[in-house]
């Protein structure tokens, strides 16, 4: 199957800091990206969806100035945490669809554990 | 709106038993239905899929058929092992949406020797 990769698989940042994490589509044409949140025991909540050129469209109660989504290129999508605190601390994980990945399907990064002290 | 519901976890089974996740789904147009598995730390696998009614989705011993009589998707496996031992996700996507999915809320499962 298609392979998405997703970096940092963790990473650690004082109060008040921004971090970017990166998601890469690595062998098909990611035409859209998603990027979820998932606390301990729960399930994934959707943050926002990016299109490839055009602005991401956020979930109701995400704050779009925080979590900023940039998807400039066809295998590229970035979430940036700004001013993160540690309310911010996540599990944070990113999917892709597009063509040479098949229709019907979504394909998953690894995952970012934020921790933010 | 579109939803999933799973049965609550956690659910422990000794080894080598007979496993059932049930999954339903309401949904208003034509969803294609997933069991995504993921371990301690890791990101999402896909374990299997079913994108019509009556598809019978399998992988690795685990199987779910896609009823559209009773908008559900329940896993199974004859036989589970210790190694099976993860959170499991039932989760549908409309395709219209671009490949968005919506998430039940996960069921752990743990296989104890």
């Known amino acids: 199957g298609a392979v998405v990769s997703q970096h940092p698989s963790r990473v650690i940042c004082k109060s008040g800091t921004s971090v970017k994490i990166e998601c890469r589509s690595l062998?098909?044409?990611?035409?859209?990206m998603f990027w979820y949140r998932q606390f301990p025991k729960q399930s994934l909540m959707l943050m926002a969806t990016?299109?490839?050129?055009?602005?991401?469209?956020?979930e109701q109660g995400v704050e779009k100035d925080k979590f900023l989504i940039n998807h400039a290129s066809l295998t590229l999508s970035t979430l940036t945490v700004t001013s993160a605190h540690p309310e911010d601390s996540s599990f944070y994980i990113c999917?892709?669809?597009?063509?040479?990945?098949?229709?019907?399907?979504?394909?998953f990064g690894q995952g970012t554990r934020l921790t933010v002290v | 709106g579109d939803s999933v519901t799973q049965m609550e976890g956690p659910v422990t089974l000794s080894e080598e038993a007979f496993l059932t996740i049930n999954c339903t789904y309401t949904?208003?147009?034509?969803?294609?239905l997933f069991w995504y598995v993921q371990y301690p730390g890791e990101g999402l696998q896909l374990l299997l899929k079913?994108?019509?009614?009556?598809d019978k989705g399998s992988n690795k011993g685990f199987e779910a058929t896609y009823r559209k009589e009773t908008t559900s998707f329940h896993l199974e496996k004859g036989s589970v092992q210790v190694s099976d031992s993860a959170v499991y996700f039932c989760?549908?996507?409309?395709?219209?949406?671009?490949?968005?999915?919506?998430f039940g809320q996960g069921t752990e499962l743990s296989v104890k020797p």
């Open positions: 999917s892709a669809t597009g063509e040479g990945a098949g229709d019907t399907e979504a394909f």
């Open positions: 062998d098909f044409q990611a035409t859209t």
């Open positions: 990016s299109n490839e050129g055009s602005k991401a469209t956020y």
């Open positions: 949904a208003t147009g034509y969803p294609s």
């Open positions: 079913a994108t019509k009614a009556d």
């Open positions: 989760a549908l996507m409309i395709y219209n949406q671009g490949g968005k999915l919506i």
